[in-house]
């Protein structure tokens, strides 16, 4: 579902002197359908660089990021548009959303964006929120004002709305506890269990061991050079 | 006559230069032609736009009718009948029937003209589209255009603030399907008349500097919504002196304890009716004046 | 080849391609060779600093001005046309048919002397619709969906709020179901709780009337919300153009990189 091969990535700094800094090279993965592929390495070797190149909010020096049929790595940007609608779910650690919109209307969104009737779209999304522990009278305030934790569930519930046949997880159980880690960890084998290529970033070890087919550690790709 | 003056006060330059302007607005019936409007010996607003047009299109063997609101007896009348009178020595009448050339302001006889007939509106403000659009450029790209949703939205303004539209003269008409016009501060009442008119109806505008036409029998439909129809209304009475019911009637206010009398505005028609014998309920001891 | 299935599987066709746009004052550039395809749906995000040409580029693209060079293709009912050559009654039958231009100022896109629901009717009158009736329910439908109650209808926009004034332009342009909305900073002016609801408002209707979108702004926040494509422009010219979180988290021009890195997180 997903492969990545040959793919390097570098930053130009032009405002310190044209800096330009190798971060990425020779990467290559794939995952399956139904398979759960964890990164690891340390902080700072880029897991979160790799994942956001195939998210396509980072491009890619050379190489290709097949998902589906589309190569992130060189799209127009309205296949990714396009990609990211049906194809590609990413629960990100940070909760971007117009203030003042309900929570339920933020992760009935996605749904509306492939044409959902909005009263199916607000079912689902309540559904997921009531698994989450979300309690009901949040869902109509904007999740701008939750705490940390009450965010990432609200971010998953955006990830899990849609039946995406592929996922990007950035650790998806920070800052959660140990009843609604359960919940997600259960939502992410669901997801696995019906067919979904799954690549995630676990700080959370047990999860990783839980969840993860394969690892491989980014470490590898990281370019010789760059020393 | 009085020899001091050309005939009709304008030089024959002038003349022409205003003819040239009048065969083009009959030519583009409904469009607003500019025209080099001079200084007359009248203050604006008291029908230099009229009185110039009327100038252009006098010849001696012509017979003058000059009505204000309908009366041929009103200070502005009778001051323009006497200008032409002095100044082209062309005879005059009151009878709508007699007269080859009518000057008005705000009133459309109510004897039907005829072919031969000329009718000449002194207009204040020619462009329809002014009341929400300022710019005289872009009026003018908008008859360009028939860009004339605007239009619609003062008659639309109308029934959202009096339940109904409360434009009563100086209602637009859309000429032969193509310009907007604006008929002068006629009472919509006299809308009708304008359209298929076998005389031929010039508009002057003497401070904008603008002349339009309507020529014989030209099309000129008032605007309206399917839902709210244009409608020629008048008060609802009959003349007090002469018993018409289907003429435009004046409200006058005869004393302090709130009686009233409702005449014709139009003192030709009124006269003649009165004449022919008809009597209405004030008229008795007026009859046969 | 894989890629071509996916090309002719998507609507293929763009709604407005532009190229090789340009406009020039004396010496001075406006915008200089601008080309880009908007699609069915997409909400373009046009940044750039005072000056840029991101103005400049918006007025010529939706026929206030005439560039000098290039063609806007608009995606008419009747076939792909060139809108800088067509005749200005028929770039003004589009501006008021398929086309809606949403001013920073609602005073420069309202009549402030006619009541809202003439304002909101104007529109349909100009296309023809002559039944006070049915007008009068279009403008109640639009003042509810751009939540202005409806008894304000015979108000005029002088007595509103800014953000309320913004919100009955937005009706008034968007009343005759246009394809293509072209927005000068729609949210400039107003505070920044008035600016979610726009924002918030803008992205329902987009959605739900499948509009596309140009919207020129200096606010990157804004664009990350609305914008699914990004141009970002300097001194006339588009230095750097793509998909909106791509632009703005890995800026590759020196001079977004710059933009992106003044501003507070956005």
Redesign the interface.
């Known amino acids: 579902m997903i492969t990545i091969s040959n793919l390097s990535k570098s ?5 310190q002197g ?1 800096a330009v800094i190798p971060v990425m090279e020779n990467a290559a993965l794939s995952v399956a359908p139904g398979e759960c592929l964890g990164l690891v390495g340390a902080s700072g070797s880029g897991k979160s660089t790799l994942m ?1 190149m195939i998210w ?4 890619a020096a050379s190489g290709s990021i097949m998902v589906g ?3 992130v790595a ?2 127009a ?6 990609l990211r609608r049906g194809t590609l779910g990413y629960v990100s650690q940070f909760l ?6 309900p929570t339920v209307d933020v992760v009935a969104d996605p749904l ?2 492939l044409g959902v009737p909005v009263e199916e779209a607000r079912a689902r999304a309540s559904a997921l929120l009531a698994k989450l522990n979300i309690p009901e009278r949040l869902w109509a305030l904007s999740p701008t004002t939750f705490s940390g934790g009450e965010q990432q569930r609200v971010n998953i519930a955006r990830g899990f709305v849609h039946p995406y046949p592929a996922l990007l997880l950035d650790e998806p159980t920070a800052s959660l506890d140990a009843v609604n880690r359960e919940v997600v960890l259960s939502l992410i084998e669901g997801a696995k269990a019906r067919g979904a290529a799954i690549i995630g970033i676990f700080h959370d070890e047990a999860a990783r061991e839980r969840l993860c087919d394969r690892l491989v550690d980014v470490t590898g790709f990281t370019p010789r050079v760059a020393a | 006559m009085a020899s001091e003056y050309n005939f009709a006060y304008l030089d024959e330059q002038t003349k022409r230069m205003i003819r040239r302007a009048i065969l083009k607005g009959v030519a583009i019936p409904g469009y607003q032609v500019p025209f080099a409007s001079r200084e007359m010996p009248m203050p604006y607003g008291w029908g230099t736009g009229g009185v110039q047009v009327t100038a252009a299109c006098l010849v001696p063997e012509d017979r003058l009718k000059v009505i204000d609101q309908g009366a041929d007896d009103t200070t502005n009348a009778v001051s323009i009948r006497r200008f032409f009178q002095r100044t082209a020595g062309v005879a005059v009448t009151e009878a709508t029937a007699d007269a080859t050339v009518i000057q008005t302001r705000h009133r459309i006889p109510e004897t039907p003209l005829t072919e031969g007939q000329i009718l000449v509106y002194q207009v204040p403000i020619p462009e329809p589209l002014r009341f929400l659009e300022p710019r005289e450029t872009e009026t003018r790209k908008m008859h360009e255009l028939e860009d004339y949703g605007l239009m619609h939205v003062k008659l639309y303004e109308d029934i959202a603030r009096h339940g109904q539209i409360a434009t009563a003269y100086d209602y637009p008409v859309k000429v032969e399907g193509r310009y907007v016009m604006d008929p002068s501060p006629i009472p919509k009442f006299d809308n009708p008349k304008l359209a298929r008119n076998p005389a031929i109806q010039l508009f002057g505008a003497g401070r904008e500097q603008r002349i339009y036409a309507l020529p014989p029998y030209a099309e000129a439909v008032s605007l309206d919504f399917d839902d709210y129809p244009f409608t020629a209304s008048k008060a609802d009475h009959q003349c007090d002196l002469c018993d018409a019911s289907g003429s435009y009637l004046d409200e006058v206010i005869t004393d302090d304890q709130g009686s009233r009398m409702y005449v014709c505005s139009d003192t030709d028609f009124c006269r003649g009716r009165r004449e022919a014998g008809h009597v209405g309920r004030l008229g008795g001891g007026e009859a046969g004046q | 080849m ?2 071509l ?2 090309w002719t599987s ?1 609507k293929t066709q763009p709604l407005l391609s532009v190229q090789g746009l340009s406009k020039f004052y004396g010496a001075r550039i406006g915008c200089d060779a601008v080309s880009f395809d908007l ?1 069915p749906g ?1 909400v373009l995000g046009i940044v750039g600093e005072s000056g840029s040409g991101k103005s400049t580029l918006l007025s010529c693209l939706a026929g206030h001005l005439a560039p000098d060079t290039g063609k806007v293709i608009f995606d008419t009912v009747d076939g792909p046309r060139d809108t800088v050559v067509m005749g200005e009654a028929e770039r003004r039958r589009l501006a008021r048919t398929d086309w809606a231009y949403v001013h920073q100022n609602p005073r420069d896109g309202l009549r402030m002397g006619v009541s809202a629901g003439g304002n909101v009717g104007e529109r349909l009158m100009a296309v023809g619709a002559r039944h006070y009736g049915d007008i009068r329910a279009q403008a109640v439908d639009w003042l509810g969906r751009v939540e202005i109650a409806a008894d304000r209808i015979d108000d005029r926009p002088s007595a509103f709020s800014g953000g309320m004034q913004q919100r009955l332009q937005i009706a008034r342009n968007l009343v005759t179901g246009p394809r293509l909305v072209f927005m000068d900073e729609p949210t400039g002016g107003l505070d920044v ?1 008035v600016q ?2 726009l ?2 408002l803008l ?1 329902g209707l987009v ?1 739900e009337m499948g509009l596309s979108a140009i919207i020129v702004t200096h606010d990157l926040a804004v664009v ?2 609305l914008a ?2 990004l141009m970002v422009m300097k001194g006339g010219y588009v230095v750097e153009q ?2 909106t ?2 632009v ?3 800026p ?3 001079y977004t ?2 933009l992106v ?1 003044s501003v507070l997180q956005v």
């Open positions: 930053f130009t700094l032009h405002n044209a956001r396509g909010n980072y491009l049929d589309v190569d060189k799209a940007p309205r296949e990714i548009i396009a971007r959303v117009v203030p003042r919109v509306l964006t | 894989k890629d299935d996916i998507m699609y997409e709780s979610a609801r924002l918030d992205r959605r990350r919300l699914d494509r793509g998909l979180d791509q703005l988290d890995d590759q021009h020196e990189q710059l890195s």
